[in-house]
């Protein structure tokens, strides 16, 4: 019987551990997601625009009906705070939208 052979990895390693954000990305610093500005005063404001925005908008968009559960920065705000809190830049999204959709084409515009 012929030996199994292993496969490559395919994540890079940085020193001993596995690369998981991409370098000089503003999440790097280790911050918590309170300190990032995701806190009680985003959980509270993340609620009420759901409650007059209950719909994702990728969903609608394709002629489905599914309930929003995320609010999604339509431009990332890496930071910027006035970005963050512009309700102008907010939209509903459904978590499935959310982690794919929306991944893919932030990824793309990198």
Not at 2 to 10: A, D, E, G, V, W
Not at 50 to 71: D, I, M
Request: glycine content about 6%; charged content about 25%.
């Amino acid at each position: 019987m012929p030996k199994l052979t292993t496969l490559k990895p395919r994540v890079a390693l940085v020193g001993n551990r596995l690369a998981t954000m991409q370098p000089g990305s503003w999440r790097t610093d280790k911050s918590t997601s309170a300190q990032r500005g995701y806190g009680y005063k985003w959980q509270q404001a993340r609620l009420g625009y759901l409650r007059s925005h209950p719909l994702c908008c990728y969903c609608e968009r394709e002629g489905r009906v599914a309930a929003a559960t995320v609010v999604d920065h339509k431009v990332a705000h890496r930071g910027d705070m006035n970005l963050f809190w512009d309700k102008a830049n907010w939209q509903p999204l459904c978590k499935p939208c959310h982690d794919s959709i929306k991944q893919r084409e932030e990824a793309q515009s990198i």
